[in-house]
């Protein structure tokens, strides 16, 4: 029991650093439809940053709030230099821009920071609390991760429910030609949505590199597992998107426990299926059924 | 208050619109009728900015606006209804409305014309909350329009507001753009393939037929005009 308890509580900490992977993609998905293949990239960067600034200044803190802004900065810098160029042809193109990118910012950051991973503290304590005479698999640190995922999602839930601009950001998204009819300037709701994102990216950079380490290729596996959580929820739902990456971490979790590591990545493929046969949408997908 | 001059418009390799004038006096009401593929909805995305024009010119109160985008041309006070498809299905009734109105700096006014256009239209009140989806063609036709009314516009191009609605749907639509006339002092531009509706409402017609403007006088006129009507209206 004390052992179902422990999957679950890391299934859930891991769940919520593919939801913030999954959320990144999904923004942009939703937006341009794009697969932004070069997330992964993006959050190393990210990351990178993060622990320079923590190596040269001391302060944790300093470093993430870096991270998160430089996030923000790239993503929109992302969109305007260069996917903007390719928004309007084939998807193909697109498609092999931002692999294309991918393989840039994993060159560029060897280049910069050496091949050989570094350790990467976190924020909070990793030491599981102390619960009923032993530590359980849930440490300040999950607490943390759990928190401000949460706390990002609910802010841009926020933004698009709830704000004008979040408002406009959707109508650019679900039909640009009709929004800018309304006075909606859809090129910069383009470049504020991929800075969400990149920003949403960053943030589960800073998560997962305690575990990871932070190199040039540490982040790849995140990214796939985002990317199978997004496709899980309906990649046009971002509460599918967090939904999705609990989903996928709870079950990795118990499949990691129960039946071996080595079957994580072959589960999450089969889960992605499952999920797919049964509903081919994803679990939130947004688009009805058409009335004929 | 609006002057097309000698517009010419080309999808691609092909034209649309050939040397198209036309005038529009401040608070009047021009209908645009011609059979289907004549270039009227064509003529009115060149006019709101979609669809940039290869020659000609398309000015405004004064302004040139033929190289303007569509954000900049509704912020002028032009509003563009399309057809019935323009509503953003995925959000509300509601939200399709707020869109209108964004972009107008006067928050304090927002609230204010939304009830308005409840008033015009008690029906999209009822549906608030609804996201467009769940409309009727009749009930998104109500929604374009009142989306662009949202943005207190000086005029309004809408594109054939009578398209797939029942007879009696098209006169409530009719009746109201004649009134907004009335109470605002509206400008409107109207394109229609239902001539006698349109021009039930309209002060001047203009005809097009495959992309040039083949007669543009007095409404009444028009509607009398036996030749045209055999040629182009189909009454």
Redesign the interface.
């Known amino acids: 029991m004390s052992r179902f308890v422990d999957l679950t509580l890391s299934g859930v900490s891991n769940g919520m650093i593919y939801a913030a992977v999954a959320l990144s993609l999904v923004l942009i998905w939703r937006a341009t439809r794009i697969v932004n293949f070069a997330q992964g990239g993006m959050l190393m960067i990210t990351t990178f940053v993060a622990s320079s600034v923590i190596a040269s200044s001391g302060s944790y803190w300093l470093g993430f709030a870096v991270a998160l802004a430089s996030g923000l900065v790239l993503g929109a810098v992302v969109e305007r230099v260069l996917v903007r160029r390719v928004e309007s042809g084939p998807p193909l193109n697109a498609v092999i821009l931002t692999l294309g990118l991918l393989i840039l910012l994993q060159a560029v950051a060897g280049m910069i920071w050496g091949g050989t991973p570094r350790s990467f503290p976190p924020a909070f304590s990793i030491r599981g609390y102390f619960v009923g005479g032993r530590h359980v698999l849930f440490a300040p640190f999950d607490t943390f991760t759990v928190l401000s995922v949460l706390g990002v999602a609910l802010l841009l839930w926020l933004l698009f429910r709830g704000t004008?601009v979040g408002?406009?950001m959707?109508?650019a998204a679900?039909?640009p030609?009709?929004?800018?009819?309304?006075?909606?300037?859809?090129g910069r709701m383009l470049t504020l949505g991929w800075a969400l994102a990149a920003l949403s990216g960053s943030l589960a950079g800073l998560l997962v590199a305690p575990a990871v380490f932070v190199g040039p290729n540490n982040f790849d596996p995140i990214l796939v597992f985002g990317f199978t959580a997004a496709v899980l929820g309906g990649p046009d739902s971002p509460v599918g998107a967090v939904v999705g990456g609990l989903v996928l971490g709870l079950s990795l979790s118990y499949v990691s426990g129960y039946a071996g590591s080595a079957l994580v990545t072959l589960a999450a493929l089969a889960i992605l299926i499952l999920v797919l046969m049964a509903r081919p949408g994803g679990l939130f997908t947004?688009t009805?059924a058409r009335r004929i | 208050m609006l002057e097309v001059e000698g517009i010419t418009t080309y999808y691609g390799p092909v034209l649309v619109l050939e040397d198209v004038s036309l005038r529009v006096p401040e608070g009047s009401i021009t209908a645009v009728i011609g059979a289907n593929g004549a270039g009227k909805s064509t003529l009115l995305r060149t006019i709101s900015g979609i669809v940039r024009p290869r020659g000609g010119l398309v000015r405004f109160a004064g302004r040139d606006i033929t190289r303007a985008p569509a954000e900049d041309i509704v912020r002028l006070g032009l509003a563009h209804a399309p057809e019935g498809g323009g509503v953003i299905p995925e959000l509300t009734v509601h939200e399709n409305l707020r869109l209108g109105s964004l972009f107008r700096r006067d928050r304090a006014d927002h609230a204010r014309a939304l009830g308005e256009v409840f008033e015009l239209f008690p029906r999209l009140a009822e549906r608030s909350a609804m996201t467009a989806d769940t409309l009727s063609g009749g009930e998104r036709q109500m929604l374009s329009i009142a989306r662009a009314l949202m943005g207190r516009p000086k005029m309004l191009l809408l594109d054939e507001p009578s398209l797939g609605l029942a007879p009696i749907v098209t006169a409530q639509i009719v009746r109201v753009i004649g009134e907004l006339r009335e109470r605002t002092g509206l400008t409107v531009l109207l394109v229609e393939q239902n001539a006698r509706s349109a021009l039930s409402v309209a002060d001047r017609g203009v005809v097009l037929g495959t992309g040039r403007v083949v007669a543009s006088e007095d409404a009444a006129e028009l509607a009398d005009d036996v030749r045209l009507r055999r040629a182009y209206l189909g009454l």
């Open positions: 004008g408002l406009q959707r109508a679900f039909a030609m009709v929004a800018r009819l309304q006075g909606v300037r859809v947004a009805r």
